[in-house]
């Protein structure tokens, strides 16, 4: 067994600002590094709690990797989108008014 104070406080910090990334960014690069830390952060709660079990294949091995495929392709997705937004407006400001 594993003492699960230190990944909950990783998990807890990664998660705080992953959420401060998200609402007070205005860049959407910067807002997608913070969708990033909340998903490690819950990828660090997932393989912390398997850890701590006695069971060798649970359900937090299998979770973390569907995370992980999700991070990935979320990352492709929004990076395309990002890149088409550059190349049309010529900046990636989430609060800019032009159409």
Do not use: K, Q
């Not at 398997?50 to 495929?69: K, M, Q, Y």
Request: glycine fraction near 8%.
């Amino acid at each position: 067994m594993i003492h699960l104070a230190g990944p909950y406080l990783l998990a807890a910090v990664l998660a705080g600002l992953g959420t401060y990334g998200i609402l007070a960014r205005r860049n959407a690069v910067l807002v997608l590094i913070g969708v990033e830390l909340v998903l490690n952060a819950a990828t660090v709660l997932l393989v912390s709690v398997a850890a701590s079990g006695d069971e060798r294949w649970n359900a937090g091995s299998v979770l973390t990797l569907f995370v992980i495929t999700i991070a990935a392709a979320e990352v492709c997705v929004a990076l395309a989108v990002v890149l088409a937004v550059f190349r049309l407006r010529g900046d990636v400001d989430l609060e800019a008014d032009r159409p």
